[in-house]
Every structure is written in structure tokens, then in C-alpha cells.
């Protein structure tokens, strides 16, 4: 007979990997697991894997507040923890929107503009730094039209 980390399937390998999962998802979400194994021994592996599954649809403080929950109520299976799971991220979305939109009682506003400022120029100077920019382009194209017009050896 094979020793227990040589063989291809561990079932408790595969148990202290499932609860390592459940602990990096949060404190609840461990002692959650830890207690349906408890109960269930094996059999309930599935439930355990589907609650460590459900941070990929749900954010990992989410599933965590949700197994905290379930602990409360005293109600230990994975469809309880879906259930919650979804509530919990339904109203994290919802006071997000609330918040955009400004529904949240506070009012949004939104910076007035302003045009005085120790850090904006005058106005002149801005038409000045406009101008010389149009005479260095005008003298530019003029110089650049003269030069290819009497170019050596051009037959113009």
C-alpha cells in the first residue's frame, strides 16, 4: 500500500487544501468550513467546495461576511451562503449606484471653474504665446516655399 502524500487522489490532502482555501478567504469562511466538515465528515466536501468556488463570482469579503452570517443564524449549507452571498454583493452594487447618482442624501457637486488663480496667466499673454506661435509658423512655411521655389538646379 502506497503512503498517504504518494498516492494520486489524498482524500485528506485534498480536505487541508479545500480549508487553507477556505482560510484565505477570510476567518468566518474557515470556521464555517471547518464546522461542515465536522458535521459531515467527507460527504460534505462538496459543500466546501462549493463555498471556497464562490470567490470567483463573488468578492472574497463578501462570501466571508456571508459565511459569518450563516454562522449566526445557525444555518450551515452552501445554498444558505450562495443566498447571502448574492444579497450582500446585490447591496454593495446598489449603494455603489446610490452613491454615483447622488441618492445617498448628499448631494454631489461639481468644482466651480475659476478664472483667477495664482497659477493661471493673463489672458494677454496667452494671445501673445498664440501670435508669435502663428508668426514662427507663417515664417516657417514662407521660408521652407522660398527655398524649394529657387532650389538649384530646379527648372522653375
Same mark, same amino acid.
Given at each position: 500500500?502506497?503512503?498517504?502524500?504518494?498516492?494520486?487522489?489524498?482524500?485528506?490532502?485534498?480536505?487541508?487544501?479545500?480549508?487553507?482555501?477556505?482560510?484565505?478567504?477570510?476567518?468566518?469562511?474557515?470556521?464555517?468550513?471547518?464546522?461542515?466538515?465536522?458535521?459531515?465528515?467527507?460527504?460534505?466536501?462538496?459543500?466546501?467546495?462549493?463555498?471556497?468556488?464562490?470567490?470567483?463570482?463573488?468578492?472574497?469579503?463578501?462570501?466571508?461576511?456571508?459565511?459569518?452570517?450563516?454562522?449566526?443564524?445557525?444555518?450551515?449549507?452552501?445554498?444558505?451562503?450562495?443566498?447571502?452571498?448574492?444579497? *450582500? /454583493? @446585490?447591496? !454593495?452594487? #446598489?449603494?455603489?449606484? +446610490?452613491?454615483? %447618482?447622488?441618492?445617498?442624501? =448628499?448631494?454631489? &457637486?461639481? $468644482?466651480?471653474?475659476?478664472?483667477?488663480?495664482?497659477?493661471?496667466?493673463?489672458?494677454?499673454?496667452?494671445?501673445? *504665446? /498664440? @501670435?508669435? !506661435?502663428? #508668426?514662427?509658423?507663417? +515664417?516657417?512655411? %514662407?521660408?521652407?516655399?522660398? =527655398?524649394?521655389? &529657387?532650389? $538649384?538646379?530646379?527648372?522653375?
Amino acid at each position: 500500500m502506497l503512503p498517504q502524500d504518494e498516492r494520486v487522489f489524498n482524500p485528506s490532502r485534498e480536505t487541508r487544501y479545500i480549508l487553507r482555501q477556505a482560510s484565505e478567504i477570510g476567518e468566518h469562511a474557515a470556521r464555517l468550513c471547518e464546522l461542515l466538515f465536522a458535521i459531515e465528515g467527507r460527504v460534505g466536501q462538496r459543500k466546501l467546495w462549493g463555498i471556497v468556488a464562490l470567490v470567483r463570482r463573488y468578492p472574497a469579503h463578501c462570501v466571508n461576511a456571508a459565511c459569518a452570517q450563516a454562522l449566526e443564524q445557525g444555518i450551515y449549507s452552501y445554498k444558505r451562503v450562495l443566498a447571502l452571498s448574492e444579497g *450582500l /454583493f @446585490a447591496q !454593495a452594487l #446598489a449603494a455603489i449606484e +446610490a452613491h454615483a %447618482s447622488g441618492d445617498n442624501g =448628499a448631494v454631489l &457637486t461639481t $468644482p466651480e471653474l475659476t478664472q483667477q488663480h495664482g497659477l493661471i496667466r493673463d489672458v494677454d499673454e496667452y494671445g501673445d *504665446l /498664440f @501670435a508669435h !506661435a502663428a #508668426a514662427t509658423a507663417t +515664417a516657417t512655411v %514662407s521660408s521652407t516655399t522660398a =527655398a524649394t521655389t &529657387t532650389a $538649384p538646379g530646379s527648372l522653375a
